[in-house]
């Protein structure tokens, strides 16, 4: 099994939806964090969690909220889909004593996103 | 804020030739580390690099961070058809309330021709 494993794989939905996104993972990493992955641009941070109570905004936060029910699960939402953010989801973990410095992130498989 | 620019955006080898690919960043960084994800799968960590003039070697890659910690390369001596994929670099801003964000660049996408 996965260490870190996101449902769903792939979702198409419609503009207006409400959409969650769910991260687990089996690694035991207090830092958990949501990257887009868009062609040509890389990946991108949305949020990212130090520990359950510690959240934060990433890079492109807007139209996104994010969720740490415990430290091993890092949800992310869309409340109201729209078409451009149709992407490549990943979740990641990772786990370091300093806190300027993420160490190894270890990636979900990615959560495919189509907003028609 | 943070860039982090990386070039180029695609490269087509050869069997056996030798790729580069380079990584600057608008800031000076605390480390940079390197990724590569495969077509279709995940990003996969290869490498961190922590100290200016840093020079890594893992096999037939070799990894260097700058001597003013603002850029890093990556070099892959005679491709194989099993370094295809899409090589990332990202960095975390020295100083400031950064706080472990790691940018990562736009990414190189490598094609290798048997």
């Known amino acids: 099994d996965a260490d870190v494993t996101q449902t769903p794989r792939n979702r198409i939905t419609k503009t207006g939806k409400r959409i969650m996104l769910e991260c687990s993972q089996t690694k035991g990493h207090d830092r958990m964090y949501w990257y887009r992955q868009d062609p040509g641009l890389g990946l991108q941070l949305i949020y990212y969690s130090f520990d359950v109570k510690d959240i934060n905004k990433g890079e492109i936060s807007d139209g996104y909220s994010v969720s740490r029910q415990a430290q091993a699960k890092f949800s992310l939402s869309l409340e109201s889909a729209i078409p451009n953010q149709t992407a490549l989801y990943f979740c990641a973990t990772s786990d370091s004593r300093w806190r300027d410095d993420t160490g190894e992130l270890f990636f979900g498989e990615g959560s495919r996103l189509t907003v028609l | 804020g943070q860039q982090v620019m990386q070039i180029p955006q695609y490269q087509h080898v050869q069997e056996g030739e030798d790729f580069t690919t380079y990584c600057n960043s608008s800031?000076?960084?605390?480390?940079i580390q390197w990724y590569k994800q495969r077509p279709g799968g995940h990003p996969v960590f290869l490498i961190q690099l922590v100290k200016s003039g840093e020079v890594k070697k893992q096999k037939r890659l070799t990894f260097q961070f700058g001597e003013a910690k603002k850029n890093s390369s990556l070099h892959i001596t005679a491709t194989q058809t099993t370094d295809v994929g899409t090589y990332f670099c990202a960095g975390t801003r020295a100083g400031g309330t950064s706080y472990g964000k790691l940018t990562f660049g736009q990414g190189t996408i490598l094609t290798v021709h048997p």
């Open positions: 800031t000076t960084l605390s480390n």
